[in-house]
Structure formats: C-alpha cells, structure tokens
C-alpha cells in the first residue's frame, strides 16, 4: 500500500470509494462523496492535503484536510477519512492520517481538528479541541470535538473553529 497526493484522474474512484466506505458507517448521513466534491472546489482546499492510499493500482482510502480559521488563524479540519470496507482495521485509517499530519506541519499548520468517533481519533493523538482553546461553533461534548497539535512549539488558541460553508454549519 502506498499513499500519495490525490490528482485529477482519481476524482470519480475517490467518489465511488468514499460512498462505499460511508454506506456500511455508523454515522453518515450518506452525502459525504459529494462533501469531498464541495470543498475541493471551494477555497479552502489545499491539493497537498488531500491523499490516497493505493493498492495494486486501486484506491482503497482518501483522507481530506481542509482550511478552517480559528480566531482569526488558519488551520486544518480533517474530514472525511474513509477506507474501503474490504480493507478496514488494517492500519490503512492511522497511516493516512499520520502521513497527512506530516504534510500539514510542512505547510505550517499548528492544528487539525476532527469532530466525531471520539473512540478511533485519539489512536492518531487527537484530544479534545478544548484542551488548546479551540472551541467548537455548535453544541458538542469536549470528547467527541478533537484537535491534534501539529508543532510541538505551537502556543494554545482562544477561538472558534470557523468552517468552510461547503460543510453547511
Ligand atoms: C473509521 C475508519 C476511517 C477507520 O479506518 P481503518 O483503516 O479501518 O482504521 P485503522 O485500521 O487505521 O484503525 C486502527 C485502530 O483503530 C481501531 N478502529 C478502527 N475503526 C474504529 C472505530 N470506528 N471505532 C473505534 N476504533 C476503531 C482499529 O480496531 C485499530 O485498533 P488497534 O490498533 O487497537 O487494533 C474506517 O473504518 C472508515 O472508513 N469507516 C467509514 C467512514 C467513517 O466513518 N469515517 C470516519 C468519519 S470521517
């Protein structure tokens, strides 16, 4: 399995993949192939960002980082992530995401956050957004809204996440 920049020619698997990944998901409200479309084409899409996961010539994952502000900084909000079934609970999640948090410091991102599956994000060092004055824009328990430090050196935020509207909050 190798992981690389998403390009062009890879739009409609990633479509198709990401619907999959998403049918059999506990939480999905089954439009999260068209969320990756939206924000492709909004400002907030950084190409360096967005990354596939190849296997004997097929795309099995895609994970997306995309602009977010935080009090007046720009940062990153993971999402989606999504892995094909067949190839599920096989480290494929954790190496996109590690890969991606690599990227993103190159860039000079200090934070990423993530909302949701409070269970699976802390294997890859989310902690709750709160923890460094990240707030979240809608009701949500401090477990289940993430950020990961991206720079060891970054100081502490006081803001909230502004998102892109492509995400419709
Ligand atoms: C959630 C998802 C991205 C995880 O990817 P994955 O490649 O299967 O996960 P990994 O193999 O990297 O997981 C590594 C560890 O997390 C665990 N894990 C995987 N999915 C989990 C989940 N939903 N909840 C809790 N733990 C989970 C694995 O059991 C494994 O644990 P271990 O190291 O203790 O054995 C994938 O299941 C998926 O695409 N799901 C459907 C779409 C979705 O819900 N995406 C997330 C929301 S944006």
């Known amino acids: 399995m190798t992981i690389r920049q998403e390009e062009q020619r890879d739009y409609e698997e990633v479509y198709q993949l990401v619907k999959k990944a998403f049918e059999t998901a506990e939480e999905s409200d089954g439009t999260e192939q068209d969320l990756v479309t939206a924000l492709r084409n909004s400002e907030s899409f950084v190409p360096e960002l967005s990354l596939v ?7 099995i994952g895609q994970i997306l980082f995309s602009k977010i502000m935080i009090g007046g900084r720009e940062e990153l909000a ?5 892995v094909h079934p067949k190839w599920q609970k096989k480290g494929i999640g954790l190496a996109l995401m590690a890969k991606g948090h690599e990227a993103a410091g190159k860039l000079g991102y200090d934070y990423t956050v993530v909302l949701d599956h409070a269970e699976y994000y802390p294997k890859a060092g989310y902690v709750p957004a709160r923890r460094y004055g990240i707030k979240s824009p809608f009701d949500v328990p401090d477990e289940n809204f993430m950020a990961v430090r991206l720079n060891d050196k970054a100081e502490n935020l006081n803001g909230v996440v502004q998102y892109d509207k492509a995400f419709g909050i």
Request: hydrophobic share 50%; aromatic share 0%.
């Open 53 to 59: 996961a190849v296997e004997d010539g097929k795309i």
């Open 78 to 82: 993971l999402a989606p992530l999504s």
